[in-house]
Every structure is written in structure tokens, then in C-alpha cells.
């Protein structure tokens, strides 16, 4: 079993910047892809950035403005948030997976989740 926690979320002002961190821990040697997800009430869970070992992939709505990194050593995800707008408002959710395609595939059939943390924009 993989524990995910995140932490940072907060309100902000638009224009502003968040950085959100997530940690995993417990049988982490199945930990290939981490990433991170948002969800709005009424509305599905939605991919926002992902990182393997290396290489970080963005939705289309926050490149340019979101950075995410890893320090594999800590088994640790990290979101840069820049520029934050209205629109960023959600619950952010970390995701861990031992593939990175199922990340990028969508929230369904991810292993583990954190609880979520709140970001809020406002204008």
C-alpha cells in the first residue's frame, strides 16, 4: 500500500501563485508516475500535470503557468502554480501510479489518491 498526503493549497488572488506538495510513503518501490488532478463540484475529476522520471506532461489550461517536479529520493510531487486564475479554483488531488499512461489516461484506474487540498482564486 502506497500513503499519498498533500499540502499548500490555500487562497489566493488571481494573478498570485500556489505551490502545492504531495508525499508518498509506504511500499513505494511500485511508484513509477506521479501527478495531479483537480475536480469543481458537478464536474469529473480532470488531469492537470504528470511526471515519470523525467519528463512532466500538462493539460493545455495550465502550460506555461504550472510546474511540476519530483524529488524521486523523497517520493515527493511538487505544483508550481503561477498566474492562478479564477479558473484554477478546485480541490487538487495527487495521484500515484505505477504506469504513466494511466495518469495520463484520465482519473480511472489510478492506484492511489491523496485526500485533496483546497485552492481557491479569487478575482
Known amino acids: 500500500q502506497v500513503q499519498v498526503v498533500e499540502s499548500g493549497g490555500g487562497l489566493v488572488q488571481a494573478g498570485g501563485s500556489l505551490r502545492l506538495s504531495c508525499a508518498a510513503s509506504?511500499?513505494?518501490?511500485?511508484?513509477?508516475?506521479m501527478g495531479w488532478f483537480r475536480q469543481t463540484p458537478g464536474k469529473e475529476r480532470e488531469f492537470v500535470a504528470a511526471?515519470?522520471?523525467?519528463?512532466?506532461h500538462y493539460a493545455d489550461s495550465v502550460k506555461g503557468r504550472f510546474t511540476i517536479s519530483r524529488v524521486n529520493a523523497k517520493n515527493t510531487v511538487y505544483l508550481q502554480m503561477n498566474s492562478l486564475k479564477p479558473e484554477d479554483t478546485a480541490v487538487y488531488y495527487c495521484?500515484?501510479?505505477?504506469?504513466?499512461?494511466?495518469?495520463?489516461?484520465?482519473?480511472?484506474?489510478?492506484?492511489?489518491w491523496g485526500q485533496g487540498t483546497q485552492v481557491t482564486v479569487s478575482s
Open positions: 509506504g511500499s513505494t518501490w511500485s511508484i513509477y508516475a
Open positions: 511526471i515519470s522520471q523525467s519528463n512532466p
Open positions: 495521484a500515484v501510479d505505477n504506469s504513466l499512461r494511466t495518469i495520463l489516461s484520465g482519473s480511472r484506474g489510478i492506484n492511489y
